[in-house]
């Protein structure tokens, strides 16, 4: 039964430092990882989606990496901005769409 | 914005009685998924729809019921409400067939069971 686990739960920084986000999950047998954010009682934005036989995807600020033989997705934040206060969670897809969840870590970018 | 819209935002409710949530999906995708969001928690799977049957099932009660209609849009029924049913329910909308495109979530409604 695959599952996925993300460290830290929480965490806050200043503004403007880097930063990375853990993911891990026990079964390689995946066939892609997201990345989304969640805005508190709001619903989720995808961020970043990496295909099983991809590294890496990166979208401005933000760098997801895969590496799927030690089961491990990290997500870097860099210069981080108060604006990316938010719940981040992965997600592994190992059917059609049916994604499971990390239970997120909770950002906290301080001004 | 992603397309995929979720009715109502907000609902309260007592336990025993039964709600219909709503979704419409994105333009052009066929295939709609539940997913529960407990407070502190990821979001966990419901069912999947697609061409209005049921494609896959998570681990939920049969009182967690489902409809897909011809244009792709999705109800989600759930029966004799339970306090542990409080959470927010989210609707994601994609093709299905395309793994390399992202799961498009709506904003969610908030079920309160009291």
């Known amino acids: 039964k695959q599952e996925v686990t993300q460290i830290p739960a929480a965490l806050s920084v200043p503004e403007g430092e880097n930063l990375v986000l853990n993911c891990s999950f026990t079964d390689s047998a995946i066939y892609n990882l997201q990345w989304f954010r969640q805005d508190p009682g709001k619903g989720l934005t995808s961020l970043l989606l990496i295909q099983s036989s991809q590294r890496e995807q990166t979208s401005g600020r933000l760098n997801a990496s895969l590496d799927k033989s030690s089961g491990r997705s990290t997500l870097y934040i860099a210069a981080s901005q108060p604006g990316d206060s938010a719940t981040y969670l992965c997600a592994v897809d190992g059917a059609t769409n049916k994604l499971i969840f990390g239970t997120g870590t909770l950002l906290a970018v301080q001004p | 914005e992603t397309g995929v819209t979720q009715s109502p935002t907000h609902l309260i409710k007592t336990r025993g009685q039964q709600v219909t949530l709503r979704c419409s999906s994105q333009?052009?995708?066929?295939?709609v998924s539940w997913y529960q969001q407990a407070l502190g928690q990821g979001p966990q799977f419901i069912f999947q729809?697609?061409?209005?049957?049921?494609?896959g099932r998570g681990n939920f009660p049969p009182r967690f019921s489902g409809l897909q209609f011809p244009n792709y849009s999705s109800e989600l029924n759930v029966n004799a409400l339970e306090l542990d049913d409080s959470a927010l329910y989210l609707c994601?909308?994609?093709?299905?067939?395309?793994?390399?495109?992202?799961?498009?979530f709506g904003s969610g409604t908030q079920l309160s069971v009291l």
């Open positions: 994601a909308s994609s093709f299905r067939g395309n793994r390399a495109e992202k799961l498009f």
């Open positions: 333009s052009g995708h066929n295939t």
């Open positions: 729809y697609y061409r209005e049957e049921e494609n």
